[in-house]
């Protein structure tokens, strides 16, 4: 009798990633698109036949395929692995999954995860496993600030009514060049006040509450702060936030794995002293204990266990291979020259950000597929 394909959804693909459950994967994209960015994991297996290798028959994909355990199908969209995933089930392989939406709807899934505790509340890191992006939800005392949300802000609007939680500020760190932000929108939908640094603001047609030096947010009865840390580099106006003096949230500056490229708004040569200075001075004043969460991640490696991403200081000091170059001639090097390539119509998402261009749903979608990279190290 034929196996019934079934259809995965991107959030229990997630779980598959973070508990670290084994997967074998199917990826029927072309060679290129899946060469530049597929899913992976320390539990993924994965090969690539490309769709139109299939459609006279599948039995060479079938002696690629393991007999047993689960067999996930992906494409673009979804419709390509369905017919492949149902090929293969009639050629008797038993545990056969297609990726509902495709590639496309896990680019833009979000996984939320606690990143740690908080008076009266707790920090929420939002993984985006599909780009490797990661947006918080700062909770306390029944109020809440989204930190580097995405452009799907129902998502954050759902935890919120779920925690019985009000969100009263969305907070950019800069000027983002690899997603579209979603801080405008939820402050609008939600009455909230969007925080911008001003630095990074010179050209946007919105209106926007000015993220200074010094500036201090407090969340709930208790008061929770968030401290607000001019740290450029990565743009000009790049600011971290200090948050209760357990945590601190780096944007694109500091990652686990690497450190922030300063060339996305093509400034790359000025923009590396600030780069420097934030991380070779400015966070060396800081106390090792605080736990940096960064707003990206490179490798699926770097998510720890529960599936978040987050490191103390004081190790990152002691592992993160960009805060070791301390000849300044061969940090500069490291920061400007042989850089991956840029993230995908990074300069369209830069100016969507702006509100300069205003790009339909679809084409949103479009301009994000891919990878983040926005670290040096990202290859």
Known sequence: MMTTVKAMTSGELARYLIDRKPLYILDVRNEDVY????????????????????LDGVEEAVKQLPSDGPILVVCAKEGSSV??????????????????????????????VK????????????????????????VSGGEAAV????RTTGVYEAFAEKLGVTIKHTLDTHLHADHISGGRKLAEL???????PPKDAGEVTFSYAKLEDGERIAIGATEIGIGALYSPGHTIGSTSFIVNGQYLLTGDILFVASIGRPDLAGQAEDWAG?????????????SEELIVLPAHFGQIDELDENGRVAAKLGDLFRDNPGLHLEDESEFRRAVTENLPQHPNAYQQIRQ??????????????EMEIGPNRCAIHDQ
């Open 35 to 54: 060469g530049d960015w597929r899913i992976e994991g320390q539990s993924i297996e994965s090969i690539n036949i490309p769709y139109f290798d299939l």
């Open 115 to 138: 990143a740690g505790d908080l008076p009266d509340g707790a920090l929420y890191q939002f993984v985006r496993l599909g780009k490797g992006c990661l947006s918080y939800m700062v």
């Open 190 to 196: 939600t009455g909230a006040a969007y925080w911008l």
């Open 83 to 112: 017919f492949v995933a149902e090929q293969l089930a009639e050629a008797g392989l038993r545990e056969v999954y297609y990726l509902q939406g495709g590639m496309k709807e896990w680019s833009e899934h979000l996984e939320p």
């Open 352 to 365: 969507t950000n702006m509100g300069r261009i205003h790009p339909t749903e679809e084409e949103q979608r």
């Open 274 to 286: 600030d780069l420097r200075r934030t991380l070779y001075e400015g966070y060396r004043g800081l």
């Open 147 to 150: 930190i580097d949300a995405m």
